[in-house]
């Protein structure tokens, strides 16, 4: 299972989301932890994972149309396990400080 934390701007992201965000989200993630766990070390195409230009070794994830979430890989917790790091979630406006 792979492992995860959260960065205080992730969370205050988080917090201003809308309940029905949250959980399309949740949806998002659910297929993100899949894939993770099938280390084939590809995302299926739904979830749109890209890196993000402006910031090397950030990640975008996008859903829902203007659904989207920042990460970045961190050292493996457990050996074997991917570990990640979200960053900011929102709209493309996150993008401007990823």
């Given at each position: 299972?792979?492992?995860?934390?959260?960065?205080?701007r992730?969370?205050a992201?988080?917090?201003?989301?809308?309940?029905?965000?949250?959980r399309?989200?949740?949806?998002?993630?659910?297929?993100f932890?899949?894939?993770?766990?099938?280390?084939?070390?590809?995302?299926?195409?739904?979830?749109?994972?890209?890196?993000?230009?402006?910031?090397?070794?950030?990640?975008?994830?996008?859903?829902?149309?203007?659904?989207?979430?920042?990460?970045?890989?961190?050292?493996?917790?457990h050996?074997?396990?991917?570990?990640?790091?979200?960053?900011?979630?929102?709209?493309?406006?996150?993008?401007t400080?990823?």
């Amino acid at each position: 299972m792979p492992t995860y934390e959260a960065l205080p701007r992730f969370a205050a992201d988080l917090h201003r989301l809308t309940p029905e965000q949250r959980r399309r989200f949740r949806q998002a993630v659910a297929a993100f932890v899949d894939d993770l766990r099938t280390g084939r070390g590809r995302f299926r195409a739904g979830l749109r994972v890209k890196g993000v230009r402006s910031a090397p070794g950030v990640f975008e994830l996008t859903w829902d149309g203007n659904g989207r979430a920042t990460w970045q890989y961190g050292p493996a917790i457990h050996p074997g396990e991917q570990h990640v790091i979200w960053r900011r979630i929102g709209t493309h406006d996150i993008l401007t400080g990823p």
